[in-house]
């Protein structure tokens, strides 16, 4: 048996779930599986499997580059990225969105971090002049995707495939690891 190191907030997620006959090897275990079978699933949005097409955003984040990134900042800015080579026209639209005061996209850094107050974060889009703000949670960063991909001209089926692959915590999916096991 080998031992891992993990951080104090993630055993006692991982702890809570493991009562009764699941033991902390367990929850890994499933965990494990679970992020698995996701893997080799294809995406999918209600019913209907959405096919990717070559050069499509939906291929995009089914690809393997794409799906090896594993925070949620990360692909929102491969997002981000690959939205503003292949759609640029539109992607100009980009640097006026806003939600309240909060300035999400500029020309330069200082642009965002003046915007707010704290430990704020701002990385260079790939590939682009434009900065985004980073330091977001989950739900912000599909918020925002969803609101830019709807500015860009996306559809709504293709806007959630997309938002989908931008993680959730780990503690929001906790909730659900055992659901048909017991």
């Known amino acids: 048996m080998k031992t891992i190191i993990v951080d104090d907030d993630l055993f006692l997620e991982i702890d809570k779930l493991a009562t009764g006959i699941f033991s902390h090897s367990d929850v890994i275990r499933k965990l494990y599986e679970k992020k698995m079978v996701q893997q080799k699933e294809p995406l999918v949005t209600g019913m209907k499997s959405i096919p990717p097409q070559?050069?499509?955003?939906?291929?995009?984040?089914?690809?393997?580059?794409?799906?090896?990134?594993?925070?949620?900042?990360?692909?929102?800015?491969?997002?981000?990225?690959?939205?503003?080579?292949?759609?640029?026209?539109?992607?100009?639209?980009?640097?006026?969105?806003?939600?309240?005061?909060?300035?999400?996209?500029?020309?330069?850094?200082?642009?965002?971090?003046?915007s707010g107050n704290g430990n704020i974060k701002a990385k260079q889009i790939p590939?682009?002049?434009?900065?985004?703000?980073?330091?977001?949670?989950?739900?912000?960063?599909?918020?925002?995707?969803?609101d830019v991909l709807q500015l860009v001209g996306f559809q709504l089926d293709e806007i959630k495939v997309v938002v989908e692959t931008i993680p959730t915590r780990l503690r929001g999916n906790l909730g659900d690891l055992f659901d048909g096991i017991v």
């Not at 499509?56 to 794409?66: L, N």
């Open 127 to 146: 590939g682009s002049s434009v900065w985004t703000l980073v330091t977001l949670d989950s739900p912000s960063m599909r918020k925002i995707l969803t």
């Open 54 to 114: 070559k050069g499509s955003i939906s291929a995009f984040v089914q690809s393997p580059e794409y799906r090896s990134l594993r925070k949620a900042g990360d692909r929102y800015l491969a997002v981000l990225g690959w939205v503003q080579k292949n759609r640029s026209n539109e992607f100009t639209k980009v640097e006026n969105y806003n939600r309240g005061k909060r300035v999400y996209f500029a020309k330069s850094h200082k642009a965002i971090l003046e």
